[in-house]
């Protein structure tokens, strides 16, 4: 039939074709689907974030571990005996390790504007005579990161090589990085001190001891990070040992 309108049956001009196209990736998913590619990010994301987690609670419960149960301190003598305050039973620790000739010197480091060796050798039941010459106050620090700067300065004058670290148990990790960091070629040794806090028999169920070692933990990582001077506002320690 020629002349008239091309019948249902007549083939396709050249080029067509009666196959429906290929569907695109859009028209594949289901509205409001996620990609395959997506969900398999999305799965990775979740993975890592609980292995992050589970991280974070395991070197939290270590950390708690060692809190609780500080290694005791080693024998031997050492040049001088560094007390980081914050408790009144790290500065008589201190003062026993003296009277015990466990080192010639002790610097208390981080003690108050206005406290003096007469005062603190006092609070601590002794008398400052016994120590004169001995005891070294530092007053410049007012963070843990500012300890670690007085003890290094201290040390570089005074030519102390190796020194006894006396804090809590609790603080110990955290200074000592600090300290290593600002006295590399130094021994340091760490004396840990038990928190009264955390020896109390109920010590586990009450919501202080908690926020203190967590609060504690937090400031480690920072530390850790090298965030301690700049997310960390400087602070006396509360006594808490």
Same mark, same amino acid.
């Given at each position: 039939?020629?002349?008239? =309108? ?6 396709? +001009? ?6 429906? /196209? +290929? ?16 969900? =398999? ?12 987690? *589970?991280? *974070? ?12 149960? &500080? ?10 005996? !560094? ?37 603190? /050798?006092? &609070? ?39 020194? #006894? ?23 340091? !040794?760490?004396? +840990? ?5 955390? #020896?109390? +028999?109920?010590?586990?169920? #009450?919501? =202080? ?8 933990? /937090? #400031?480690? *990582?920072? &530390? ?18």
């Amino acid at each position: 039939m020629t002349g008239g =309108k091309r019948g249902t049956t007549d083939p396709p +001009p050249d080029g067509a074709t009666d196959e429906p /196209a +290929p569907p695109t990736l859009a028209a594949s998913v289901p509205p409001g689907a996620m990609p395959p590619a997506g969900r =398999k990010r999305r799965r990775w994301r979740a993975t890592l974030a609980v292995l992050g987690l *589970l991280l *974070l609670l395991g070197g939290f419960a270590a950390f708690v571990r060692e809190a609780l149960q &500080a290694a005791p301190a080693p024998d031997g003598e050492t040049d001088a005996i !560094v007390v980081l305050t914050g408790g009144s039973e790290r500065v008589a620790t201190g003062f026993r390790l003296l009277v015990e000739d466990r080192a010639p010197r002790l610097l208390i480091s981080g003690a108050y504007p206005e406290a003096d060796l007469a005062e603190i /050798a006092a &609070a601590a039941g002794h008398d400052p005579a016994a120590f004169a010459g001995r005891v070294a106050v530092g007053h410049a620090a007012a963070s843990t990161r500012g300890n670690a700067a007085e003890v290094a300065a201290w040390a570089r004058a005074e030519e102390m090589r190796t020194l #006894r670290i006396v804090t809590a148990g609790y603080h110990m990790p955290r200074a000592m990085l600090e300290l290593r960091r600002a006295m590399p070629t130094r021994t340091l !040794v760490p004396h +840990p001190v038990p928190s009264a806090l955390l #020896r109390a +028999p109920d010590a586990l169920w #009450r919501p =202080k001891v908690w926020l203190l070692l967590a609060g504690e933990y /937090a #400031r480690y *990582l920072a &530390a850790r990070a090298g965030l301690s001077g700049l997310l960390l506002v400087p602070r006396r320690e509360a006594p808490a040992a």
